[in-house]
């Protein structure tokens, strides 16, 4: 995608849709490192900067996967998917929702003006821009196969990365919704932090329930923190034509994440800031 735009467009064009472009990924990008950090504070009781430190280091881990091809990649990222997939069964099994009202809401959505704000973050936290340059960007990788599908085969498997990638996003974020709703929304109990979520699952729901809770969110942040890398390599390369060291990209955008762990700011407002942006 981003190097059909490069060469579709005009050159101020390109790189307003590239600027964009970055500015999307980084701030998608904060929130799934700061997740994956957030994890590793909750599992381990580990201090939120030597957390940031040690994502930075697993997720530096996961990419060196990548000189075995991208399919070594792809297998963690879909073990890590299937983890947290089951993590939120687990927790709406617990939570014991109102799945009729679920089912009508989900037809039939209400908005308020104090909801339009979460409710424009949980978009971004479901159409994030990075996986469409990612997924286009995969089909390449078949192309090296020896046994290379047709073209029409490899179209056929770019729109179903696509649209399992999206929808998958959408039940995981769909299942945060309900679980809250239904123990700390139904209970009264207003939550400030994700740590205080974390703590609140425990006399709620049992310990199980907390420990589920901090596993999706480590998994979800390592796997989308590495996904979320090696798309913002083929933006940059695709966009402007230059060639960029994946480890260096990890680098710097990791830097934002920590400056903001460094400072102490508020956790849970800086997420769903930067799934708004």
């Known amino acids: 995608l981003a190097e059909n735009c490069r060469d579709r467009f005009s050159r101020p064009v390109s790189l307003f849709l590239w600027g964009i472009a970055e500015v999307a990924m980084m701030a998608t990008d904060l929130a799934e490192f700061l997740g994956a950090a957030l994890g590793f504070y909750l ?116 729109v179903v990365d696509a649209i399992v990638a999206l929808n998958g996003a959408w039940l995981v974020n769909s299942a945060i919704l309900i679980m809250s709703a239904a123990v700390f929304f139904q209970n009264g109990i207003p939550v400030a932090s994700i740590g205080q979520a974390h703590a609140t699952l425990i006399p709620l729901l049992g310990g199980l329930s907390s420990t589920v809770f901090a596993i999706a969110l480590l998994s979800s942040g390592l796997s989308s923190s590495t996904t979320g890398t090696i798309a913002g390599q083929m933006v940059i390369e695709g966009f402007l034509r230059v060639r960029f060291p994946i480890w260096l990209r990890r680098l710097i955008t990791m830097i934002t994440a920590m400056v903001v762990i460094g400072l102490g700011l508020d956790e849970l407002k800086v997420l769903v800031l930067s799934k708004v942006i």
Not at 49 to 70: C, D, E, K, M, P
Not at 86 to 114: G, K, M, N, Q
């Open 43 to 158: 599992l381990f009781g580990i201090p939120m900067f030597a957390s940031g430190l040690l994502t930075g280091v697993v997720v530096f881990l996961i990419l060196g996967l990548y000189r075995y091809g991208y399919r070594a990649v792809e297998y963690v990222t879909i073990g890590f998917v299937v983890i947290i997939g089951w993590c939120y069964v687990i927790e709406l099994v617990l939570a014991r929702p109102d799945f009729v009202a679920i089912a009508y809401h989900t037809a039939v959505p209400s908005l308020d003006e104090r909801s339009l704000y979460v409710a424009i973050g949980m978009l971004g936290a479901t159409v994030m821009p990075h996986n469409l340059f990612l997924h286009s960007g995969l089909v390449q990788t078949r192309l090296a196969l020896e046994h290379r599908p047709s073209r029409r085969k490899l179209f056929r498997f770019a």
